[in-house]
């Protein structure tokens, strides 16, 4: 069933908005000292200027994708998934795991990566059960749970590449001793993108997609999500329904990490989930929830971040001038829809 | 204040809510507004109170043009609005409540505004205590504290969407009582209303709306027959009483405790036998809602038995109970009966899924097509529930019960809803009971409840009387009991 307004009208109103966010990105760059065409031309052909650069874009957009795919789904249960970023880290360390685990035994590599990412989304949605366990049964609020979830999460990962997973050696930021190139996910060409990377990705954002739009299931997500007590009464099971939401959207996270580990950085490092969790949930606010928005507004984020790898470099500036930018994209887009809401305020009640 | 409303239009999308409306109420009177389901009165009103906008027509207020944009601005010229859903906010205290919406100084007194709340209710006699959480008041008390609210905000002009459905008999004599005083202080009053013997009482002028038109206007004395005709555009009758023959014990009750923080019902004892209907009669919240949600399977009871066709189902969790045939139909359709947002359609495959994992839209929409024919939903079935009239809304929240239950339990099942549309929901409940299946309902309407009730219990502060054979009873001695004469 369609959601809603038509879809080309969201777009005009995150162009307005992503409009309004470069005004604004302009001046401050101005004040800086910059010349803000430069600056974008910079950005520009640092992301999308040669097919190296497309490929380090897509690296970014894969995970993006996973991420905000899955976190379609917990916002149309109605949840909070602040958690997402535990998620993705236990992905990546579940995925480590099993391919430690199997990485001397004599199987097939392709078996291995299988079920090295699979471990990777039980990870994930493990992580994202527990989040869920102490919404319905502790009473903990999901988004304090997540957040608490995300401490553990990371402080496991750093104990593990500094104790048990350590390099031979000593411990240090650069993560696990890599794993054999035979271990890796097979990349296109001389790029460092993997096709299987991508097809997990676009097949990640199509299934819930779908999901959301044609199944009992996603209908029932969505009822539980809108008002959870009538859902109950109508005879959804709402602990369980919240309950699966959480163990997809964990899942999707924990594909997202596996990947991390399989196709970019080949070991475990500190900073695995890139901050894609949190980017993701940005990402799916800004597509409005619609599973048809999302490739493209999570293909911009991750253009704005390796768009942004040039600034220091050319300018001197800061890279921390993409997370501004992102930032306002974001206030713009809450103003423009603001402004609408107030604009056609007959449509609410 | 003197209103006037002059060719209001309003459309949504397809449909046409008003049309060509216009409308005077002098200052000191009270004018009722009477029309079937859908028929454009909530909108009317919702225009002359800023919530929606109308398409094209104007607005006096006192003889001057009035740009109303907005809830606020309504409420600085001095229109309030009391809606047919409460637009209050429920975890707040009543006081906390009181205090929204004020304009002006920063700092909110608490004494004060307790104070002032207490003086405006000593007025009216209304009684609702100022520290009580709103979600914790009946839609009585509701009413009454959003009414004080709008007068504390210098309101002139009240309008009130169905304000006697869902509340007990004294409260709607406190509410009519305050009505007739603020109209002779000079305050104008518009009442929307289905029920003909309010809008008799109490009205001086009544303007009759039908599919978005004004279809007549009457001033009392009224002939209600011709109310009736002008509403419908034909004479309805109320048809009687269809005998079921009861059959066997379906529901027994043994023993049955059930509490909740304000009252406890203790050591129920009865049988509800299939094809019949048990009536349950009280001022609001003197225990009919906990025994429907102890029936239900919504509230586990402290102690005793409740068994269905032999089987004890008492501390089962709810899917039993609604496994088993038995269905709760709640009161407040936005907030427990219907998910806003979802449409008919995808409410009905909600409770009707087909076999496999992707919703056969075709399938669902001729279903849906079905229901709604059915049930005389007039509404799109891709819209939004919630934009639906409030009778509309009903009848989708009653479509949704699903075939071969044996027990219905239902909070004033016809809530909101025209005479018309009333008997014919009735009509279809009782064909639930010719194939064996229990109704228990409560009800504001006296007549309603001994219309259709086989048996009434009647509650009084967490007593229950009876069961009584409804055709031995009386409106006067129903009322007797309720307020707790033996
Ligand atoms: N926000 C909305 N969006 C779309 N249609 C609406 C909206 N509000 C009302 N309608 C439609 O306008 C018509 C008139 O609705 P309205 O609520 O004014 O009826 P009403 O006379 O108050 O009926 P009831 O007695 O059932 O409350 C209905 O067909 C309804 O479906
Ligand atoms: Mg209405």
């Known amino acids: 069933m369609k959601e809603g307004r038509p879809g080309w009208e969201a777009a005009v109103r995150i162009g307005l908005a992503a409009g309004l966010a470069v005004v604004f990105v302009s001046g401050l760059l101005a004040l800086l000292g910059v010349s803000p065409a430069r600056a974008f031309m910079e950005m520009a052909s640092g992301s999308v200027g040669s097919a190296g650069k497309l490929a380090d874009v897509l690296v ?66 493990l992580w994202a059960v527990f989040a869920g366990l102490l919404k319905t049964h502790g009473g903990v609020n999901e988004i304090f749970g997540g957040l608490g979830l995300n401490f553990v999460a990371s402080g496991l990962a750093l104990w593990l590449i500094f104790g048990p997973w350590k390099r031979p050696g000593v411990g240090s930021m650069s993560g696990t001793e890599p794993f054999p190139e035979a271990l890796w996910l097979p990349q296109i060409g001389a790029l460092r993108l993997s096709g299987w990377a991508l097809a997990l990705g676009v097949l990640g954002i199509v299934l819930v997609g779908a999901l959301l739009r044609g199944t009992y299931f996603g209908l029932k997500v969505k009822a539980v999500g809108r008002n959870a007590r009538a859902a109950f009464l109508l005879g959804i099971p709402t602990t369980r329904y919240m309950l699966s939401g959480f163990a997809l959207c964990g899942a999707l996270a924990g594909a997202a990490g596996a990947l991390q580990v399989t196709a970019v950085y080949h070991r475990l490092i500190p900073a695995i989930s890139s901050g894609y969790g949190f980017l993701g949930l940005l990402v799916a606010m800004l597509s409005g929830y619609r599973a048809l928005a999302v490739p493209f507004v999570a293909f911009f984020f991750a253009a704005l971040n390796i768009g942004s790898i040039q600034l220091p470099i050319v300018f001197r500036l800061d890279s921390s001038l993409s997370g501004v930018l992102q930032g306002m994209l974001v206030l713009c887009v809450l103003v423009v829809h603001g402004a609408r809401r107030r604009f056609r305020r007959e449509a609410a009640p | 204040m003197n209103i006037a409303l002059e060719n209001i ?46 398409d094209s027509g104007r607005t006096f207020l006192d003889g001057a043009p009035a740009q109303i944009r907005g809830p606020a ?67 009585g008390e509701r009413q009454q504290l959003e009414m004080v609210r709008l007068l504390s905000l210098g309101a002139r002009a009240l309008i009130l969407d169905e304000p006697t459905t869902g509340i007990s008999a004294l409260q709607k004599d406190r509410l009519f009582a305050a009505l007739r ?22 009205c001086d002028e009544v303007t ?14 009224y002939d209600l027959n011709e109310l009736v005709r002008l509403m419908f555009g034909r004479v309805v009758t109320r048809e009687p009483r269809l005998e079921v023959p009861t059959g066997g014990p379906l529901l027994t009750l043994d023993g049955l405790a059930v509490e909740d923080h304000r009252l406890r019902l203790a050591g129920l004892n009865l049988e509800i ?49 609604r496994d088993a045939g038995i269905a709760y139909v709640p009161a407040a359709r936005l907030e427990e009966g219907l998910v806003a947002g979802l449409t008919p359609a995808e409410h009905f495959a909600i409770v009707e899924p087909g076999g496999g994992l992707v919703i056969d839209w075709k399938l669902t929409m001729e279903q849906a097509e079905r229901r709604i024919a059915e049930y005389d939903i007039r509404g799109a079935a891709t819209g939004p529930v919630d934009s639906l009239s409030g009778g509309n809304q009903q009848r989708a929240l009653l479509s949704l019960l699903p075939p071969g239950l044996c027990l219905v339990l239902l909070e004033h099942p016809t809530r909101g809803l025209d005479v018309e549309s009333a008997s014919a929901i009735w009509r279809k409940l009782l064909d639930r009971c010719a194939d064996g299946a229990a109704l228990v309902f409560t009800s504001s309407d006296l007549e ?12 009084f502060g967490g007593q229950v009387a009876g069961p009584v054979p409804a055709s031995a009873m009386t409106v006067e001695r129903l009322g007797e009991m309720m307020g707790g004469q033996p």
């Open chain 1, 60 to 125: 970014a957009w894969v995970p993006l994708l996973l991420v905000a795919s899955g976190l379609l789904v917990t916002f149309a249960a109605g949840l909070w998934n602040i958690g997402i970023e535990g998620q993705v880290m236990m992905g990546a360390v579940f995925t480590t795991w099993m391919l430690r685990l199997l990485q001397d035994a004599a199987l097939p590599p392709a078996l291995v990566l299988a079920l090295a990412i699979g471990a990777g989304m039980l990870g994930g949605a």
């Open chain 2, 9 to 54: 239009s309003k459309r949504f999308g397809e449909v046409q809510a008003n049309e060509g409306i216009s409308l005077a109420v002098p200052a000191g009177t009270i004018h009722g507004i009477l029309g079937e389901n859908g028929a454009g009165k909530s909108t009317l009103m919702k225009i002359l109170s800023g919530f929606i906008r109308a």
């Open chain 2, 73 to 139: 601005d309504a409420i600085r010229l001095g229109i309030g609005m009391l809606h047919q859903d409460p637009l209050d906010f429920p975890p707040m205290t009543a006081v906390d409540n009181f205090l929204a919406g004020r304009t002006g100084a920063w700092r909110l007194s608490r004494p004060d505004a307790r104070r002032e709340l207490e003086e405006r209710q000593a007025d009216f006699d209304f009684r609702v205590d100022p520290g009580a959480r709103v979600e914790n008041l009946t839609v």
């Open chain 2, 181 to 202: 005083k603020l109209a002779a202080d000079g305050k104008s009053i518009i009442l929307i209303s289905h029920k003909l013997r309010d809008v008799e009482m109490l």
């Open chain 2, 208 to 221: 009759v709306l039908r599919r978005a038109r004004v279809a007549g206007r009457a001033q009392a004395p």
């Open chain 2, 273 to 321: 036998r299939a094809g019949e209907v048990i009536g349950l009669a009280g001022l609001e919240g003197s225990g009919q809602e906990l025994f429907l949600r102890a029936c239900g399977g919504l509230l586990r009871p402290a102690a005793g038995r409740l068994r269905l066709a032999g089987r004890d189902l008492a501390g089962e969790p709810y899917p039993v109970f």
């Open chain 2, 448 to 459: 309603e409840i001994l219309q259709y009730s086989d048996r009434v219990l009647v509650f």
